[in-house]
Nanobody, 112 residues
Framework: VQLVESGGGLVQPGGSLRLSCAGS????????MSWYRQAPGKERELVARISSFGGSTNYADSVKGRFTISRDNVKNTVYLQMNSLKPEDTAVYYCNARLEYWGQGTQVTVSS
């Protein structure tokens, strides 16, 4: 199983980033997918989750209205569109499949 994240980086407050996570080695189209994040000194927390066919999504209260999770089951990829970024969104973002498999993480830093 492989989950490969990309798209992290440094962005100014108010800016946007789109994270991608490409999955392989499991049945992507039948797997719920999630994004988590972990800031320094804090526990890992759920950011967003999307059901296997994309019909259901849920978000942490702190990102509702700013982040959007989506997926492409043809490309075996899940996305996290992050808008109106704030310094408190700074963290390592991890892709998760089926509450079982983890990616290596991608750093997002929001700073002026």
């Amino acid at each position: 199983v492989q989950l490969v994240e990309s798209g992290g980086g440094l962005v100014q407050p108010g800016g946007s980033l789109r994270l991608s996570c490409a999955g392989s080695g499991f049945i992507f189209g039948m797997s719920d997918m999630s994004w988590y994040r972990q800031a320094p000194g804090k526990e890992r927390e759920l950011v967003a989750r999307i059901s296997s066919f994309g019909g259901s999504t849920n978000y942490a209260d702190s990102v509702k209205g700013r982040f959007t999770i989506s997926r492409d089951n043809v490309k075996n990829t899940v996305y996290l569109q992050m808008n109106s970024l704030k310094p408190e969104d700074t963290a390592v973002y991890y892709c998760n499949a089926r509450l079982e498999y983890w990616g290596q993480g991608t750093q997002v830093t929001v700073s002026s």
